[in-house]
C-alpha cells in the first residue's frame, strides 16, 4: 500500500466519475445550513502537477480530464466539476490537478469539517503542508479506515465518508466492506462513497454485490451504483478498465445529476465498441 502514489494516475477517466459524483455530492449537502463533517480516509497529497514526472510517465490525465476541458456542451454535473478545476488552476491552462481534499476544500463552509486521513508519508507531509491548520481542516497521518470509529458520528449528524483505497492489495476489498458497515452502524444516515475499480479479479467483481446487501441491510435511504466502462483488459486480462462509485444513503439529487454525465462519459472518455455505462439505486 506505502508504494502507491495516485500522482501517476491523476485526472485519469477514473478521478473524473469519482469526482463529478464527489462534488455533486458535496453540492447536495451545502443546500442546508447545518455544517457537514467530511471524512477523506485515503486522501493522498491533495493536489497533483500534471507536467511532474509521475503525471507524465503514463499521462493518463489525457484520456480523463484534458477530454473535458476548453468543452462548452458538459452536462450540468460535469461543467460544474470542471468550473472547480479551473479554479484550482491558475490562468487558462490545465497544469494542476485537484485531489479529493482540495475539491472538497474549495466547496467548506465556515460551519463544515473536513478531516483528511493519508498513510504514505511523503503524500501525507504534502497534504499536511496544503491544507493543515486551515480553519475546520485537520490532516492525519494514519489508517482512514481505522479512523472511522472516531468519526463517526459528527454532532451535528450530517456527514460525508470518502472511501478510496487503491486496491494493491486484496485485503483492501474486505477492508472497505468492513468499512462500510462500520460507518452505518456507527451513523446509518452516513452519505457514504466508495470508489470500485473494474478489474478481473474475484474481490472487483462481488463487491458491488456485497455493498448493496450491506446497504439494503443498514442505509436509511438506499444506494446508487454509477458505472463507467471505458475499454477492455489487455490479452492476459489484467489492467483497469473502468471505474465505479457506489454511494450508500445517495442525496435524492444525485441520480438526476449523473444521469446525463454517465453517456457523455462512456462516448468522450471510452474506446468505440467497447465503452458502456449504467446507473443503478434502490430505495431512498
Known sequence: MLAYRHAFHAGNHADVLKHTAYVAVLRHMALKDKGVRIVDTHAGAGGYSLESRYAQKGAEFEAGIARLWGRDDLPPALADYVDLVRQFNSGGKLQQYPG???????????????????????????????????????????????????????????????????????????????????????????????WLPQVRILEAQTLPQRLKATADAQARKGWLLATLTVGTTDEK????????????????????????????????????????????????
Do not use: C
Open 100 to 194: 479529493s481534499p482540495a475539491l472538497a476544500q474549495l466547496l467548506l463552509r465556515p460551519q463544515d469539517q473536513l478531516r483528511l486521513f493519508e498513510m504514505h508519508p511523503t503524500d501525507h507531509k504534502i497534504l499536511a503542508s496544503y491544507l493543515g491548520g486551515q480553519p475546520g481542516i485537520e490532516v492525519a497521518l494514519g489508517d482512514g479506515f481505522a479512523a472511522l470509529k472516531a468519526q463517526l458520528p459528527p454532532p451535528t449528524r450530517r456527514g460525508v465518508v470518502m472511501i478510496d483505497p487503491s486496491y494493491e492489495i486484496k485485503t483492501d476489498y474486505a477492508r472497505v466492506l468492513a468499512a462500510l458497515r462500520e460507518a452505518l452502524t456507527r451513523f446509518p444516515e452516513a452519505v457514504v462513497m466508495i
Open 237 to 284: 486480462g489484467f489492467g483497469m478498465f473502468g471505474s465505479q462509485v457506489f454511494v450508500a444513503n445517495p442525496p435524492h439529487t444525485l441520480r438526476e445529476a449523473l444521469a446525463p454525465a454517465l453517456p457523455w462519459l462512456a462516448e468522450h472518455l471510452g474506446t468505440p465498441g467497447a465503452a458502456s455505462h449504467k446507473l443503478e439505486a434502490h430505495g431512498g
